[in-house]
């Protein structure tokens, strides 16, 4: 009897870890099927919408070409309110339902142009969300 139920506990656990294994192996598969679909949608843009959006990028003197956003650096800010419905973070004013004598904390990135073919770079220095802090 010990030895039927120590099989029977063996076969189970053996189901189990491959049941694991195959799980975990779907689910990269279907990662990497995602992955692979937004490649393809990219390499579908028509030689017109990449020029549209090349044009743009260029007729923004702020943007830059063949190059990327990234984030370089990132935290949060803790700011007391003095007056009612604003802030000041890094020296810049915000306004919002602030209210006077509560500290809020307000989360910034520092963004860098980084070579990318292909892209354009909308965001270089200091943000907090899409406001520009410096």
Request: charged share 20%; net charge negative; with cysteine.
């Amino acid at each position: 009897m010990k030895k039927k139920t120590l099989t029977a506990c063996a076969v189970v656990c053996t189901v189990s870890v491959l049941g694991g294994v195959c799980f975990e192996r779907t689910k990269k598969q279907s990662i990497s099927t995602a992955n692979l679909l937004a490649n393809v949608e990219a390499l579908t843009e028509t030689e017109e919408e990449f020029e549209t959006r090349r044009s743009e990028c260029y007729s923004n003197m702020e943007y830059n070409w063949n190059m990327a956003s990234i984030c370089v650096e990132s935290g949060f800010e803790h700011v007391t309110c003095t007056v009612s419905g604003k802030i000041s973070v890094f020296g810049v004013e915000l306004s919002g339902s602030y209210v006077k004598d509560h500290i809020y904390t307000i989360p910034w990135a520092r963004y860098q142009c980084e070579e990318s073919n292909g892209n354009c770079c909308t965001k270089q220095g200091l943000y907090t969300g899409d406001t520009k802090l410096a």
